[in-house]
């Protein structure tokens, strides 16, 4: 089975509502399809979200990644070397971890069909089930306790609540949550980025004294600001969250070595895929520190990739894939059922995906195209 084309699109799904972050607001999933064709006529799929905010990428600088320097180093090469695929699609070009991801998921798409299995047998294996919160947006008081009643109705045991984007705010607001929804519900919290470390202690503290049961605070204060991070886990009794702060192993490494949070958010859009995924849960299973597995706003391709990681490695405990949930349609059909809370892993070898009956009206081409000229080694 040898690469003979990769090809890209673009996926735009509207969401069911706004989602709201400290970081942004969003309207519709907007993300970049990949297609790896083989010899064999077997279809590898991928997708990455150009999350710009959050990991720079964006979509002409994804397809551009993808057509230009990473396509050029894998045609022709065999699918079941894998190692050496991996390492020719990481040293490609330095970042552009949403392009790596997708082209990496669209590779173990091939790999564990190739292998007729479904891929997360291939990754471990540890479970078949796995169980997803579901993201509360920033808004008013009123709109959140409405927006997590309704989650509840629909069988969400556990919300991820967007704080950060007006600190001042942030303590009223989870209180009107918790009242409105009783003790039954577990709250997490994600700041975005939106506090500094003195105010993240602050309200964290408030929000332990008003015994209000958070259950983590995902992260709190800047990216970079990993002494602040470490302050504010040291701080508090509330487990502590890294995610803008960890793309690579390298720096999930680096925050267990200084216990600067208590748990990680593995995302594969951070971490350039699968490959480099699995060496954080390698580290956190020599750490003992427990993951989450995390999406940005992805289609349920890309979401299953995840979804397939955390089913198979023991050490990823938490799952924040609400993607499919967020969308308001799927355009795909086959492998991870997503019902809502409950993910349920298929039999289908791969990532177990392809198009659906309304893909279609969800595609369109690239504006630009870009030379698959092979680069030489200088
Ligand atoms: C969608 C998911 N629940 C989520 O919140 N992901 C990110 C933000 C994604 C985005 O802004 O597109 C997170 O910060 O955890
Ligand atoms: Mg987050």
């Not at 991070?229 to 701080?235: A, F, G, N, P, S």
């Amino acid at each position: 089975m040898k690469i003979t084309d990769i090809q890209v699109k673009r996926l735009r799904i509207p969401l069911k509502k706004p989602f709201k972050t400290a970081l942004r607001t969003v309207e519709a999933v907007e993300d970049i399809l990949i297609t790896i064709h083989t010899d064999t006529g077997d279809i590898g799929y991928g997708e990455a979200p150009p999350t710009a905010v959050i990991t720079g990428d964006t979509r002409e600088g994804i397809e551009g990644a993808i057509l230009g320097h990473i396509k050029p180093r894998l045609l022709g090469l065999p699918v079941v070397e894998l190692e050496t695929i991996m390492e020719r699609l990481h040293t490609a070009l330095v970042g552009n971890t949403s392009a790596k991801a997708a082209v990496d998921m669209a590779l173990y798409d091939l790999f564990a069909r190739y292998h007729q299995a479904p891929l997360f047998r291939l990754l471990g294996g540890a479970r078949q089930t796995l169980a997803t919160d579901l993201t509360i947006s920033v808004n008013d008081s009123a709109e959140m306790a409405e927006d997590a009643r309704q989650a509840v109705l629909l069988g969400y045991s556990t919300l991820k609540i967007k704080v950060g984007k007006d600190p001042q705010q942030d303590l009223k607001r989870i209180k009107a949550l918790r009242q409105t929804l009783g003790d039954g519900v577990t709250l997490r919290l994600d700041a975005n980025q939106g506090w500094t470390p003195r105010e993240a202690v602050k309200l964290i503290r408030q929000m332990e004294e008003a015994d209000l049961g958070i259950e983590l605070v995902e992260q709190p204060v800047k990216a970079g600001d990993l002494e602040g991070l470490k302050y504010v886990t040291q701080q508090v009794e509330t487990l502590i969250l890294a995610d803008e702060s960890v793309f690579s192993p390298l720096d999930a490494l680096r925050i267990m070595q200084e216990r600067a949070a208590d748990l990680i958010n593995i995302k594969l859009m951070k971490t350039g895929g699968i490959h480099q995924a699995l060496k954080i849960c390698a580290l956190a299973e020599i750490y003992g520190m427990e993951c989450m597995m995390g999406c940005m706003l992805e289609s349920r391709l890309s979401v299953a990739a995840a979804a397939h990681v955390a089913a198979g490695r023991n050490i990823i405990t938490r799952c924040d894939l609400d993607g499919p949930g967020l969308c308001a349609d799927d355009p795909w059909q086959g492998g991870p059922v997503f019902d809502h809370a409950a993910i349920t892993m298929s039999k289908e070898a791969g990532l177990g995906i392809v198009p659906g009956p309304t893909f279609d009206q969800y595609i369109s081409q690239p504006f630009s195209s870009f030379s698959a000229t092979p680069q030489k080694k200088m």
